[in-house]
């Protein structure tokens, strides 16, 4: 199993070619020589080639914000997980919850997403995460259990060192506050053993990242908590020195 920590830039729908060739300079320079921590960055499809060119010489990876389950053919506007890899970009995120709400994505497209880029050879980032109101309901855990069966769906264990589960409490998204420590140890403890009872004869199973608010304060104690193995950054990820400053203090 990768045990390296995974920092995961999701800089959604922001940054043009100015702002990113910046953003990336600076990081690059910011995290020269950094060892024992997995970086992506995740820009906008029109910018994976500039990304791509600026980390040409480094260990930063690159990813799509979503990905389509077919190869080619008649799908205007969606982009196939072998058209990511052959421009050098070996992540997706599937299941982001402004996906679910804005475009409507259901469980079952998301499991055919992860299925097909699995396949392909991707790496994903799978994100999970309760509402508002189905955490004022106690419907956490049934939710995200129903998430992680529903997206899970047929995947052969030989698949699970590929995908990262991204547990992202929707409520807190942008929020500029992050879930509580023990909200947030609680899910992440449920969702191990929820993958676990899932995959009982895996070898590995998905490290497990928290989305949500993450910020230069709140992250050494959210990497502390037990089956924690990362987090997923927005806001925070598209500040140069905050950005550095969590992986820095990820890996520390
Ligand atoms: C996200 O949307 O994936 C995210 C983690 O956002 P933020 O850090 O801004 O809450």
Same mark, same amino acid.
Not at 160 to 185: F, T
């Given at each position: 199993m990768n045990k390296n920590k995974l920092v995961f830039a999701n800089w959604k729908m922001n940054l043009h070619s100015e702002d990113i060739n910046t953003l990336v300079k600076g990081v690059l320079n910011g995290l020269n020589d950094i060892s024992g921590v997995d970086i992506v960055l995740a820009p906008t499809f029109p910018y994976l080639g500039i990304v791509k060119l600026l980390t040409a010489n480094s260990k930063i990876r690159l990813s799509a914000q979503n990905v389509f389950w077919e190869e080619s053919g008649s799908y205007t506007g969606e982009v196939s997980p072998g058209m990511l890899l052959d421009v050098g970009c070996t992540w997706a995120m599937i299941g982001h919850s402004e996906r679910r709400q804005?475009?409507? !994505?259901t469980n079952e497209m998301i499991n055919k997403k992860v299925l097909s880029s699995t396949l392909k050879g991707l790496n994903i980032i799978l994100c999970v995460g309760e509402s508002f109101d189905q955490r004022r309901t106690k419907k956490t855990f049934a939710s995200i259990s129903d998430q992680l069966h529903r997206g899970l769906?047929?995947?052969? !264990?030989?698949?699970l060192p590929q995908i990262v589960i991204g547990y992202e409490p929707i409520w807190v998204i942008g929020s500029g506050q992050a879930a509580s420590l023990n909200d947030i140890s609680s899910v992440h403890n449920f969702i191990f053993t929820e993958v676990e009872s899932m995959f009982p004869t895996a070898e590995s199973l998905p490290r497990i990242v928290y989305g949500g608010s993450v910020n230069t304060t709140n992250v050494e104690q959210i990497v502390d908590l037990d089956n924690v193995d990362g987090v997923l950054v927005g806001n925070a990820s598209m500040d140069c020195d905050k950005f550095c400053d969590i992986v820095l203090k990820v890996v520390k």
């Amino acid at each position: 199993m990768n045990k390296n920590k995974l920092v995961f830039a999701n800089w959604k729908m922001n940054l043009h070619s100015e702002d990113i060739n910046t953003l990336v300079k600076g990081v690059l320079n910011g995290l020269n020589d950094i060892s024992g921590v997995d970086i992506v960055l995740a820009p906008t499809f029109p910018y994976l080639g500039i990304v791509k060119l600026l980390t040409a010489n480094s260990k930063i990876r690159l990813s799509a914000q979503n990905v389509f389950w077919e190869e080619s053919g008649s799908y205007t506007g969606e982009v196939s997980p072998g058209m990511l890899l052959d421009v050098g970009c070996t992540w997706a995120m599937i299941g982001h919850s402004e996906r679910r709400q804005h475009l409507l !994505e259901t469980n079952e497209m998301i499991n055919k997403k992860v299925l097909s880029s699995t396949l392909k050879g991707l790496n994903i980032i799978l994100c999970v995460g309760e509402s508002f109101d189905q955490r004022r309901t106690k419907k956490t855990f049934a939710s995200i259990s129903d998430q992680l069966h529903r997206g899970l769906r047929g995947v052969g !264990e030989e698949f699970l060192p590929q995908i990262v589960i991204g547990y992202e409490p929707i409520w807190v998204i942008g929020s500029g506050q992050a879930a509580s420590l023990n909200d947030i140890s609680s899910v992440h403890n449920f969702i191990f053993t929820e993958v676990e009872s899932m995959f009982p004869t895996a070898e590995s199973l998905p490290r497990i990242v928290y989305g949500g608010s993450v910020n230069t304060t709140n992250v050494e104690q959210i990497v502390d908590l037990d089956n924690v193995d990362g987090v997923l950054v927005g806001n925070a990820s598209m500040d140069c020195d905050k950005f550095c400053d969590i992986v820095l203090k990820v890996v520390k």
